[in-house]
């Protein structure tokens, strides 16, 4: 019989974070950590200090004469492929051999004895250019006619012209969106090894060991196997450490194969902004159509992005700026249109929300566009047009909608943030107000979980029990500091029944797990503890067979149980039970493997199921401005997000928070800014607005939506939590909208820019001002 016994760290439960005392006290080990061997070198880059031009030479001589210096690579030393780019389209070389793109792009790397010579003398190069024209942002480069970095996407559902024509209302506008900077903790950092053969060993900060491997392979002109990426962890990512690593692994790796030498790589602050890419600006055009109770009749939208030199993501960041472009709401008849423009900027990447934040407040702005026009609460326009979910439920993309849960999701936060009293007091006290003004919103957020490109739906686990029963974890995703591994343990530790800190979790490494996708897209313990979860179950079928045939009783009585495997009237410890298991030759090691089911997509006909469930979340926050100097305040900020069944609420609760102040920072003070030579001056820290600890709300009210459940067969029910509560900050920016329009008493949509910078919102009270 079953004692009360519980284990410990279970699924579904708070575990602290397992590196939390190890980030606190600084014993965390990261790549800049690990001891460098006898002979180590270092590589530094040398970048262009122009926009645009035919690169005709560059002189190394003071380079090379600097004493210290072992050498410089080039592309000529470029044994392989000279490209780097993720979609392989090969338009993003190591090194340039002709042209130069954009201002700060990498030429070449100096190789020597320490960092500090490497630094300096990559600053002795001459650089003989011819300059060329340049366009620096998505409408400058379409009026001089640069083309699109990759194909552009178009979604359609319905009749869009004749809706348009038959509604009674009809608003056009533009907005534009601002980039923004990762501003991760632990910047780029590559540690290369060399092996014999064609073997190097790379040390390095990525969220993507295995395309930072195939890149490695690629461009030392070898084959994967003879790559090792390994990462224990990561000091924040945010999508930055998705493809934008690739570059640091391949000069490391390059320099300590022609140098048998190891090699690391680490740039300062400065550097490592202005050379790697950033969240994609956006200019967008829309067209919306409605009646006069404010319901969506028609939709057209005009997605141009400010995508950099080359690809890099910006095709499926693109995309799923189209996908998101509804956000919560049904529309009728739709058009989508997105425009990856080329420019001559760093090519931008992956980042938080992956596009999707961009469409969401696209979305947000028409919502506010209709309640100003109609003279409704937005709150009340926006339930309006909620999906449904036996009809008004197909999204532009033609996939159903089936889970829907904003209108209690909504209706629960509207009443406990007493949202209607605060939005009449706030009315109230605008009138009074003459300088202070007021502003509150509350806005939701659906959004898809899976990789858009599909086959990166897949992910493979390894678990190994030993026959001291303690048990070793490896998977195929990374650890950035949002508890990952932690998440994925604890379903090891509740399938074996045995407690959390019996699980041993190692770093991610292509030696143990090939082909991993990037740990992105909100997907890392939806896949990951899936394939660990299937590993598990295999050694578990064993386990039970051999009880089963051991004991003489049916598998049905063969439980495993809080530390222990009851076997019919036996109860036995769990490592008694493995070491018997060991001496009768079990086999006690399994790979897993999962793949996401139901999920298709055509991109040619803009249809499928891109989207193996949404994850749904509301906001509702409250601001002060000042209007003589457009500076602010958030007052208070209310949050409902579900996370599905979590499998770790504290976990999930501190990544809906960090989101929430991430995306508030993208829309209000993180502004990314270019001189007209196209170079970027919000460089570093002391030129570059993250929000501090003083920018949080006075008042912060966070709460999971504990009745939700996954109707889909993920991992315990969960619902993935990294990208969707990113998009919980548009309740700031909605706020400043309205504290903004009370100055002209409500009467239009003041379209603020995002972000919304003090200097921006003084501009926009001034114009409003003018107007009235």
């Known amino acids: 019989m079953k004692d009360n016994v519980s284990i410990i760290g279970s699924a579904h439960t708070n575990v602290n974070h397992d590196s939390a005392v190890k980030h606190v006290t600084g014993q965390a080990d990261y790549t800049d950590d690990i001891a460098l061997p006898e002979g180590a070198l270092h590589a530094y880059l040398g970048v262009s200090d122009v926009a ?4 005709l030479g560059i002189d190394f001589s003071e380079v090379l004469a600097m004493p210290g210096v072992v050498g410089v690579l080039t592309a000529d030393d470029v044994p392989g492929a000279n490209d ?12 340039p051999t002709d042209a130069i793109q954009f201002h700060g792009q990498p030429l070449f790397a100096v190789i020597a004895e320490t960092r500090d010579i490497a630094r300096r003398a990559a600053e002795r190069a001459k650089i003989e250019y011819e300059t060329l024209p340049h366009a620096l942002d998505p409408i400058t480069a379409q009026k001089a006619g640069y083309p699109h970095v990759t194909a552009p996407l178009k979604l359609e559902r319905g009749d869009v012209a004749p809706a348009q024509a038959a509604a009674p209302n009809r608003i056009k506008g533009r907005m534009s969106v601002g980039g923004q900077d990762h501003m991760y903790l632990e910047g780029h950092i590559a540690f290369a090894i060399p092996g014999e053969d064609d073997d190097v060993v790379v040390h390095c900060s990525t969220q993507h060991p295995s395309e930072a491997q195939h890149m490695v392979a690629h461009v030392l002109g070898v084959t994967s196997n003879a790559v090792v990426v390994n990462v224990r962890r990561m000091g924040g990512g945010f999508g930055g450490k998705e493809s934008q690593m690739n570059l640091f692994c391949a000069v490391a790796a390059m320099a300590a194969k022609k140098w048998n030498r190891a090699v690391k790589i680490r740039p300062d602050r400065d550097q490592d902004m202005t050379a790697t890419g950033k969240r994609h600006d956006f200019v967008i055009d829309y067209d919306v159509a409605f009646d006069d109770e404010g319901r969506i009749q028609a939709v057209e939208g005009s997605f141009a992005a400010r995508c950099g030199f080359s690809a890099d993501l910006s ?32 090519s931008n990447t992956a980042f938080r929300g992956f596009g999707g934040p961009q ?49 209690r999701l909504v209706g629960e936060l509207e009443e406990t943030s007493e949202y209607r009293q605060r939005r009449q007091d706030i009315i109230a006290f605008n009138k009074t107000s003459p300088v202070l003004k007021k502003g509150i919103a509350l806005t939701p957020v659906k959004f898809g979980i899976s990789f858009t490109a599909t086959w990166y739906n897949q992910a493979g686990a390894l678990v190994h029990v030993y026959n001291d029963g303690s048990i070793h974890l490896n998977h195929g995703g990374t650890e950035m500091g949002q508890g990952l591994n932690t998440k994925v343990a604890q379903v090891v530790a509740e399938a074996f029944q045995v407690d959390f800190n019996r699980i041993k979790i190692t770093k991610t490494t292509t030696e143990k797990v090939p082909n991993t996708s990037a740990t992105a897209a909100s997907s890392g313990t939806d896949l990951n503890g899936m394939a660990a979860l299937n590993a598990v179950e295999q050694i578990k079928e064993r386990l039970v067979k051999f009880a089963s045939e051991t004991w003489s009783v049916s598998p049905e009585e063969v439980v495993f149980h809080a530390n222990q495997v009851h076997i019919g009237q036996d109860v036995l410890a769990f490592d008694a039970f493995i070491k018997q298991a060991y001496l009768a030759r079990v086999q006690l090691s399994a790979a897993g493997f999962y793949k996401t089911p139901k999920i298709h997509w055509d991109r040619a006909k803009g249809q499928g199921r891109p989207f193996y469930y ?8 409250e601001v002060t401005i000042d209007t003589l100097t457009g500076e602010y305040r958030v007052d208070r900020t209310d949050l409902l997000h579900d996370v599905g069944r979590s499998l770790n609420p504290v976990l999930d609760k501190g990544q809906v928070e960090g989101a929430f102040i991430q995306g508030m920072g993208w829309l209000t003070t993180e502004e990314l800014w270019w001189d007209d030579a196209g170079r970027l001056r919000t460089h570093a820290p002391s030129t570059y607005k993250i929000p501090l600890a003083s920018d ?7 709460n999971l939506a504990d009745w939700s459940e996954n109707r889909e067969l993920t991992i315990k029910r969960s619902k993935a939590v990294g990208e969707p509560p990113f998009m919980l900050g548009i309740s700031v920016f909605e706020a400043l909208s309205m504290a903004v329009a009370s100055v002209a008493d ?9 972000p919304a910078t003090p200097e921006r919102v003084l501009m926009a009270v001034a114009r409003l001002q003018a107007g009235s």
């Open 52 to 55: 645009h031009a035919k690169l």
């Open 746 to 754: 409500y009467r239009e949509c003041p379209r603020l820019d995002a």
């Open 696 to 702: 949080r709300p006075r008042i912060f009210n966070v």
């Open 315 to 346: 095709g499926p960041v693109t995309d799923r700026a189209l996908f998101h472009a509804d956000n919560a709401y049904f529309y009728p008849n739709v058009r989508l249109n997105s425009r990856p423009m080329k420019t001559n900027t760093v």
């Open 359 to 407: 469409g969401v407040v696209a979305a947000e702005r028409m919502i506010e566009e209709i309640a100003y026009a109609t003279g409704q609460d937005p709150l009340d326009v926006r339930k309006a047009n909620f999906y449904g979910t036996k009809d008004r439920n197909v999204t532009p993309y033609h996939q159903e909608v089936e889970d829907c849960i904003l209108d």
């Open 614 to 621: 949404f994850a749904y979340g509301a906001s509702c926050s």
């Open 84 to 95: 780097i780019s993720p979609t392989h389209l090969n338009d993003e070389p190591v090194f």
